[in-house]
C-alpha cells in the first residue's frame, strides 16, 4: 500500500501547458483503468478533474487531459490559468486493497 | 444540494477511542460507496477504510486494521467510522467521500473533520 509516486511541484506560466506524472506498479495503476485525478486547493476538499485515465466530469474544462501507459498515468493541463494554482493528486483503484493516492503534487502558475 | 457533513472529530489521547459520523444529504446514499480519506495537514491523501452500499464489504488500509471500523446507516444517511486504539499518527482531517456504486471516483467529499491525537 505505497504511495503513487509524484513529483512534489510544477510550475508554468500562464498559457503554457504541464504535465504530472504519476508513477504505480503492476498492483494499482498498471492493472486498472481507474486512474483518477483530484484538485484541492488550499483549506478546501478535493474534487475530481479526471476519471477513466481520461474523461472529464462536467464542467471540468477540457484544458485538463489525461493519459496512461503501463504502470504510470499523467495529467496534462493547457493553457495555464491563475486559477489552476493547487496540489493535484492521482488515485488508483487497486482491486480488493485500498484505493492508492499519489504522493500530491504542488502547482505553481507564475 | 449534496452536503456531506463530518462530526466528531476532537482531541484525544493515544489510546483512545472517537467515533466520526458523516450526514449524507443531496444523493441517494444507499447508491454509494462510502470512503474514509485521511490527510495529515499538509500532506497527501490517504485511503483509510470504504464500504460498499449495503455494508457487507469493507476494506482497510493495513494502518487502521483491527482499530477502525467502517459502517453506515442508509435509514439515516449516515457513515461511521469507529476509530479505537488511536495512535499520534492517525493525527489528519478526516474526509467522508462518495463513490457511486460501478464507478471508481470519488463523486462527493465532505469538509473534514480534525482527529488529534495527543497526550
Known amino acids: 500500500q505505497s504511495a503513487l509516486t509524484q513529483p512534489r511541484s510544477v510550475s508554468g506560466s500562464p498559457g503554457q501547458s504541464v504535465t504530472i506524472s504519476c508513477t504505480g506498479t503492476?498492483?494499482?495503476?498498471?492493472?486498472?483503468?481507474?486512474v483518477s485525478w483530484y484538485q484541492q486547493h488550499p483549506g478546501k476538499a478535493p474534487q475530481v478533474m479526471i476519471y477513466?485515465?481520461?474523461k472529464r466530469p462536467s464542467g471540468v474544462p477540457d484544458r485538463f487531459s489525461g493519459s496512461k501507459s503501463g504502470n504510470a498515468a499523467s495529467l496534462t493541463i493547457s493553457g495555464l490559468q491563475a486559477e489552476d494554482e493547487a496540489d493535484y493528486y492521482c488515485?488508483?483503484?487497486?482491486?480488493?486493497?485500498?484505493?492508492?493516492f499519489g504522493v500530491g503534487t504542488k502547482l505553481t502558475v507564475l | 444540494e449534496v452536503q456531506l457533513v463530518e462530526s466528531g472529530g476532537g482531541l484525544v489521547q493515544p489510546g483512545g477511542s472517537l467515533r466520526l459520523s458523516c450526514a449524507v444529504s443531496g444523493f441517494t446514499f444507499s447508491s454509494y460507496w462510502m470512503h474514509w480519506v485521511r490527510q495529515v495537514p499538509g500532506k497527501g491523501l490517504v485511503s483509510v477504510s470504504r464500504l460498499n452500499i449495503d455494508g457487507s464489504m469493507t476494506i482497510y488500509a493495513d494502518s487502521v486494521k483491527g482499530r477502525f471500523t467502517i459502517s453506515r446507516d442508509n435509514a439515516k444517511n449516515t457513515l461511521y467510522l469507529q476509530m479505537n486504539s488511536l495512535r499520534v499518527d492517525d493525527t489528519a482531517f478526516y474526509y467522508c467521500a462518495g463513490v457511486r456504486d460501478g464507478n471508481f471516483y470519488v463523486s462527493y467529499w465532505g469538509q473534514g473533520t480534525l482527529v488529534t491525537v495527543s497526550s
Open positions: 503492476s498492483i494499482d495503476i498498471g492493472n486498472y483503468n481507474y
Open positions: 477513466d485515465v481520461n
Open positions: 488515485c488508483s483503484y487497486a482491486g480488493r486493497n485500498p484505493w492508492v
